[in-house]
Each structure stands twice: as C-alpha cells, then as structure tokens.
C-alpha cells in the first residue's frame, strides 16, 4: 500500500530563533525559494535518492504547503514526504530550545523508522541554517548513509560559517539565482579539512534552460571521506600493548613518539590510503578508559570522546558502556584473557614410584591378593587331599601369593589344579613387576615443573596468591562491578590486597620479577601474553613463563573514532578488506620472531643425574611405615603370648 501513496504531508509548528519567524517571504524576489529552486531539488533527488529513502522537509515558516506540493510533488516517494515548518511566535529562549529539541527528537524518531532519508532545509536565514545543520550533528539526526539537501538565495560569501558542519556531512548547498529570462542554482560541496585559502567546491549546475550539468568529475553528494584532496594531520593516541603496539627500538626523545606493531601498521596503511598524517600522543593518565561515577571518562577512551583526539589507535574491547561514549570500527582481533605464571623449579615427585601404575591397576593388585587365595582356600575345603599334604598347602598358603607378588623365596608342594592356579599367578606377577621396574627405572630421571595456576579458582583458593589485573580497563570494571559468581570473588579479594591494578606498561617488568618468584600471577590477553614470553625468550632464550588452560572474559577489540564523526564508517571499510584478505592476521604472525616457542612449555624433562634422598624421600616413609606396623604387630604377638603364658600357668596351679 506504501508504493501506491505518492506522498505523505506532515506539517509540524515548532520553535526556533525569532529571526528565522522575521524573515519576509522572498527577501530576493522572483516568489518562494522553494519555489526557484524545485526544478533543481527534483532533479538532484531524482538523481541521487534511493527509491528505499524518505524525504523530510524542513523550512522556516516562507514556504507553502502549495509549493511543497506544486514542486516535490513531482517526486514519486513511495516511504512518504515528511514536512516540518518552523515558526518564532514564542520568543522565550528556554522555550525555543525546549521545541527545537522536541522536534529533533521527532525528526529522529521519524528517521530510524524510515531507514534512510534525505533532509531538505529550505530557507533565506543563514541563523536557521546554521542551528539545522547544527542540530543535525548535535542530535546525531542523520548518519553518513543519510543526505542533507540545504536551499538558500543567500550568497556564498553569507554562508561561511556553515562549512563546519557542512562539511563533517553528507551535504550539498544550493545557491539560487534568478536571472532575466530563467533561474540557475549553483550546487556546492564543503570538502573536509580545507585550508582557509581553499575554494569551496561547486560540483554541478541547473537552469531551467540546460537542466542538470555536472561542472567536475565529482558526483552528486560524492565520498568526502575516501580520499583526503588535502592532507590533513590527525592525532591518535596510544599506549604500548605488547603484541599489538610496541615502543619503536629506534626512536629517541628528541624525536615525536613513534610506535611499532600490526595495529600501527594498519593505521600507517589507513594513512596512505586515504592521504592523512597522524602523530601519536600517550594516555595521560596511562588508562585504557572506564566511566566513573559521576559520568566522566579516563583514558584513551575519555580522549577521544572528548574530541581532544581524532582516532584511538588501542585496540579496544567492545563494550556496551564505551560506545555511549566512541564509535567502533571494524572488529579486527577476538581475543580472551589469560592466566600468565611462573615456572616452578624441576623437581621429582618423591611419590613418583606409585605413578608405574594407575590407581586401577593398584586396586586390582589389591582384589587378586585378596580374591585369588579366598577362591583356592574355597576349593581345598571342597575337595580334600591327605590330611599331611593339605596341612601344609593351608600353612604355606596363606602369604603365598603375596610373596610371589614380592619376589620372595618359598616352597609349595601344590598338586594338579593348584599347580595351574599358582603358575598363572607367577605369569602375571613376572610381567607385572618387569613393566613396574621399567616404568619406574624412566620415571626417576623425569623432572616435573609445577604449573599450579590454570583457572582463577586455583588462585582464589591459594592464599599466598596475588592477581595483577589490567588497570583502567574494560575487564577491570566489569569485575568492580560484579555482584555474583568468581568476579566478585576477585573484587573482594582487592579488599585484603590481594588484587594489584597494573598498567600495560608495566606488564614486562612485572613478569621479570613478582611473576617470576612464583606468587604473582598476570591476567593479560592470549595474544598479549604471548608476546611477552616471546620477548623473554628472546633475550634470555629460556621459557620461564607459563600460560592457563582456562581462559574466560573474550572480547573482540578494534580501534575507536569520535562518537557520530564520518571519518570512523570510511575507515572501518578499509579495516574490514584488510582483516578479510588475511593482511592483519599474517602482519600479526610475522610481527614476532619467537611468538610460537613458548606457548606450550614442557611441563616435564629427562636429566641424567644422580638421585638424592629429597627425590625418594616417599619409598623410605613407605620403608619406615612397614617397620613401624612390624613392630607394632610383633609386640601385640608377644604381649598376646605373654598373657597366654600366664593364663595357661593361672590355670595349672
């Protein structure tokens, strides 16, 4: 039904500044601006407007419903034509704000349900064209896909102050002129980042006479921001994350700060393409960026959505939170946290001799001992022999096995089906034994290295443990502000100081010394994490450092831009072919040397040596318990012998 409506006519009075309200109809003559520049209007729109998008008019009070009528109405707009007129009745200055934002907030409202749109602002005022277009950027009223048309009789010299924001949008000014004998407007483009020297751009003309010509190889409403004509400078900030943005070995004090990395490199690429120069600052407070209670920002974060910078170069985790804030490019990394420890020293486990075998094996060992002379007792009583012979199978018979299990001298005099129990039980107890010596014999030259940390469970039930956390980043306030599970855990062991904020700067020198003893553990990125180990083995060519099976919090991160500003959907483009053609993730593999010799350090290793008493510690306490329950069990047989003796003797008398 909506392709057979030709148009939608919505007339809304609002306020804005009383000059706009002032200004008499056709100030220029020659009728309604409107009224002059319709042909070009439609003829643009024609040309420019996709069949999907709506169209919103917005005048200051010098146009007529009959105009809008006579000129758009030659327009076929399936989504409807929305027309908002301005009038300056109320001349109380909180009033006329009060409306103005009411009917921005009605002329978003009506964009988001169109989709796509195109703002048409008609009027002689260059005050009302100002506070439309300001108000445009100001509400986040059009996003760059959207297209705002302004039409003014007013001359190009009257409307410099327009170029600011003009030219952060996706906007053309028509200019109308009324000659003897038939109209022309000159259609103009405000080009981004023009020096004040610099002309704006005039990209095409209309008369009544020659209708539309294009006067540059530019199209209608063309991508300002694909190709810099001249060169800006931007400035974006950055701090060392190691595995994505490093100090420059080369740079020096005396020169500007430089850094090295993948995500650099993919902003000197962005550079090249779309002709800008960047220089780097730091974080002043050395944070990544979280709110704080009262609604400000820290950080890279809080710079860059203060406008004090242009791009944040991070790469920043996406949040909910930031992007009130900023607005994301691309997403470019996937990434989770990690648990980073330090080795322990190798050691051998002075219970090793146990470990030849499973448990499983031990509790069958310990079933046969018990079941296989049960069942051989069972089967004496059920089929006798000679009294002499069966007395001394009983007596032999009862430690028996155990003793061929240990390897120990005896003499059996066993007949017929004993003989083929007795020698089954040999058979296994040879293999066993041999496959125990051999295991064992291997497993006194391994040395195991402890890596006790792999979740954040094992560090919270460890008392003596200490969790370093990134400071002034997502992950850190999303555990600050956890009410549940094992993240509040975490901010509640901050309480008794047992969680150490620490900046990405200091993620090296921490790892060399509180990491390294073996009490401090760092949650960083996977990537991040691996960067560093491979730095560690680079300069001392030793994995000291470990990382956890666990890995929880993941994120995908990009770099951010200035919240509504059209230099972040141009350059997410060109994030999106880089990351799509594999050029990021090879500039990531190549970028360290070592990145893969440390990512799964052995958690044992073969020595030759000889063994000391801390290394077989547990076969004596085995030695010494086997003493001490002989001992104990010998003085019970005399002690029950004694009181035979005397109970024997109390009776004789």
Not at 34 to 48: K, T, Y
Not at 60 to 75: H, I, K, N, P, Y
Not at 121 to 126: G, Q, T
Not at 484 to 509: C, L, N, Q
Request: charged letters at 20%; one cysteine or more; aromatic letters at 10%.
């Amino acid at each position: 039904m909506m392709a057979s409506v030709a148009a939608l006519l919505l007339i809304m009075i609002v306020a804005i500044p009383s000059s706009a309200a002032q200004l008499p109809r056709g100030p220029y003559g020659g009728g309604e601006t409107l009224g002059v520049a319709g042909g070009a209007v439609v003829a643009v729109l024609a040309r420019e407007r996709p069949p999907h998008c709506s169209v919103i008019l917005l005048t200051d009070g010098t146009t007529s419903a009959t105009t809008v009528f006579t000129e758009l109405g030659r327009l076929r707009i399936p989504l409807g034509l929305a027309t908002f007129e301005a009038t300056g009745e109320d001349k109380n200055p909180n009033m006329t704000e009060t409306r103005l934002s009411w009917m921005v907030d009605e002329v978003r409202r009506l964009r988001q349900v169109s989709g796509c749109v195109t703002l048409v602002v008609v009027s002689d005022d260059p005050a009302f064209l100002a506070a439309s277009a300001q108000w445009s950027l100001k509400g986040r009223l059009l996003t760059w896909s959207n297209k705002l048309l302004a039409v003014t009789r007013r001359p190009l010299q009257d409307l410099r102050h327009l170029y600011t924001s003009f030219s952060m949008m996706n906007a053309m000014l028509i200019i109308t002129n009324t000659l003897k004998d038939f109209f022309r407007c000159d259609i103009y483009i405000h080009l981004p980042y023009r020096p004040p020297e610099a002309q704006v751009v005039r990209v095409a003309s209309w008369s009544t006479i020659r209708g539309l010509t294009l006067a540059t190889h530019l199209p209608l409403f063309p991508e300002k921001f694909s190709k810099f004509a001249y060169g800006p400078s931007f400035v974006a900030v950055a701090m060392e994350y190691p595995s994505y943005v490093e100090g420059d070995p080369a740079w020096t004090p005396s020169q500007p700060l430089s850094f090295t990395g993948p995500v650099v490199r993919l902003l000197t690429l962005l550079a090249n393409n779309f002709n800008f120069t960047y220089f780097l600052v730091r974080s002043r407070d050395g944070q990544w960026g979280t709110k704080k209670p009262d609604g400000s920002w820290t950080g890279m974060v809080g710079m860059v959505g203060r406008k004090e910078v242009d791009i944040g170069v991070g790469p920043f985790s996406l949040s909910g939170v930031r992007a009130e804030m900023v607005d994301y490019m691309t997403l470019f990394v996937d990434d989770a946290l990690k648990i980073i420890g330090g080795l322990g020293r190798p050691e051998v486990d002075p219970w090793g001799f146990l470990l030849p075998l499973g448990p499983l094996v031990w509790t069958a060992i310990l079933a046969a001992l018990l079941v296989v002379p049960g069942m051989v007792l069972l089967l004496l009583f059920c089929f006798p022999r000679k009294a002499p012979q069966r007395d001394t199978w009983q007596r032999n018979d009862t430690f028996l096995y155990l003793r061929i299990l240990l390897q120990q001298d005896f003499r059996p005099e066993p007949r017929g089906w004993e003989r083929l129990v007795l020698g089954s039980w040999m058979v296994m107890t040879l293999v066993l034994t041999k496959s125990y010596a051999g295991n064992l014999m291997s497993m006194l030259a391994v040395r195991y290295i402890p890596q006790p940390y792999q979740s954040l469970r094992d560090v919270l039930d460890d008392p003596s443990a200490t969790l370093m956390w990134p400071g002034g980043s997502i992950s850190m306030q999303h555990v600050m502000a956890a009410t549940t599970g094992t993240f509040r855990e975490v901010r509640e062991a901050r309480t008794i100081g047992r969680v150490m904020w620490v900046k990405s700067t200091e993620y090296r020198k921490a790892m060399e010394t509180l990491v390294a003893e073996g009490h401090h553990v760092l949650i960083v990125e996977e990537n991040e994490g691996r960067s560093l180990r491979a730095d560690v083995f680079s300069d001392t060519g030793q994995c000291d450092f470990y990382s956890s099976r666990e890995h929880f919090f993941p994120s995908s991160m990009s770099m951010i831009g200035q919240k509504g500003h059209p230099l972040v959907p141009a350059l997410t483009k060109s994030i999106k072919f880089v990351k799509q053609f594999g050029i990021f993730d090879y500039w990531m593999r190549s970028f360290k040397v070592n990145a893969t010799r440390c990512l799964r350090p052995p958690s044992r290793i073969t020595l030759n040596s000889s063994l000391a008493f801390t290394n077989v510690w547990g076969m004596f306490v085995v030695l010494a318990g086997g003493h001490a329950s002989a001992l104990s069990l010998l003085f019970l047989e005399l002690l029950a012998a004694r009181l035979v003796q005397t109970q024997n003797s109390s009776l004789n008398y």
